[in-house]
């Protein structure tokens, strides 16, 4: 929940460390099972190399994590699915046999069907990705909306630090000063640069042309990221008393932010969606992740309709 504790905290760590105990306690319990696990073969070493490849890839996509949280700029979006590109060529590489390392059996050993499967899903991995590199419609890859890092962060001139090229504010006073000239009202946008959800979102459900328009012309949008690692300035850090009584320090954005979320909307989840007015007021209920897409323009529109009902 928003205010934690550490009941919850023993119990998800607990939870955590049963799972991965329960198999060696099993075979400790019950040793015979153990002659019942397949025996290592080729077969084998073959998974351990395509985990391998996985293994960097993913590795990948958590230092991005860090890279867009902490604002380092070293793996950009093209960079990111060019590594990916590179791990799936490899994969396919191997499992066709272009590839040897010393633990393999001898040349020329004919291709199994698992590996002829593998690899040609490889092949069509790499295909898919390689729109990816270009400054094109075709790079929103929505099969992957999540895993790279968003569109906009990318080594192309985007002219934006926002989804889609939409006008974001990314400080709440900005975005209200701006409601209040422009006259519209203002959707609320939680989110985090690790947030898959809410590149889900952004990749899937915005860029539908009934869900853009509405966001692009309708709405001011205030986009706050609840991970951002970049330090507030001193004079706005500040200590916070929460309600069971401990203390947090607000030294960041993601801080602020987050803080922010759950303080005035009970709620620390990512992405969350609010629709209010100038004056602060709810136009609607608040959502979560809506992946459907009718049901995401329509809270859109009913949160329009109070607006314009308010003012008529």
Not at 266 to 284: A, C, R, T, V
Request: with cysteine.
């Amino acid at each position: 929940t928003s205010d934690g504790g550490a009941f919850q905290l023993t119990a998800g760590m607990g939870g955590f460390g049963l799972a991965l105990a329960l198999r060696f306690a099993l075979f400790a319990l019950f040793p015979n099972w153990l002659n019942a696990l397949p025996k290592s073969g080729g077969w084998l070493n073959t998974v351990k190399v395509v985990l391998g490849f996985l293994e960097v890839a993913l590795a990948f996509k958590f230092l991005s994590n860090a890279d867009l949280v902490e604002h380092w700029g070293l793996i950009k979006r093209e960079l990111f699915i060019g590594i990916w590109m590179v791990c799936a060529a490899g994969i396919a590489f191997y499992l066709f046999g272009f590839i040897r390392f010393p633990h393999d059996g001898p040349k020329g050993q004919k291709i199994s069907k698992g590996n002829w499967v593998f690899g040609l899903l490889s092949v069509a991995t790499f295909i898919y990705l390689a729109p990816g590199l270009t400054n094109t419609p075709a790079a929103n890859l929505k099969l992957l909306s999540g895993f790279p890092p968003p569109l906009f962060y990318s080594y192309y001139d985007k002219g934006t630090s926002a989804p889609l090229g939409l006008e974001a504010y990314k400080d709440f006073d900005q975005g209200m000063a701006a409601a209040k000239a422009s006259g519209k009202p203002i959707m609320i946008d939680f989110t985090g640069w690790a947030c898959v959800n809410c590149r889900k979102m952004e990749e899937q459900v915005w860029s539908v042309p009934e869900v853009f328009e509405l966001l692009s012309e309708e709405y001011v949008l205030v986009s706050l990221y609840v991970d951002d690692r970049k330090a507030l300035n001193p004079e706005e850090q500040f200590s916070y008393a929460q309600p069971n009584g401990r203390i947090k320090q607000l030294k960041t954005v993601g801080d602020k932010w987050a803080t922010f979320q759950t303080i005035n909307f009970k709620n620390n989840s990512q992405p969350y969606y609010i629709l209010i007015d100038e004056d602060l007021n709810m136009l609607n209920k608040p959502v979560g992740y809506t992946p459907d897409v009718h049901e995401y323009a329509e809270w859109l529109t009913e949160g329009l309709e109070a607006f314009q009902g308010e003012y008529e």
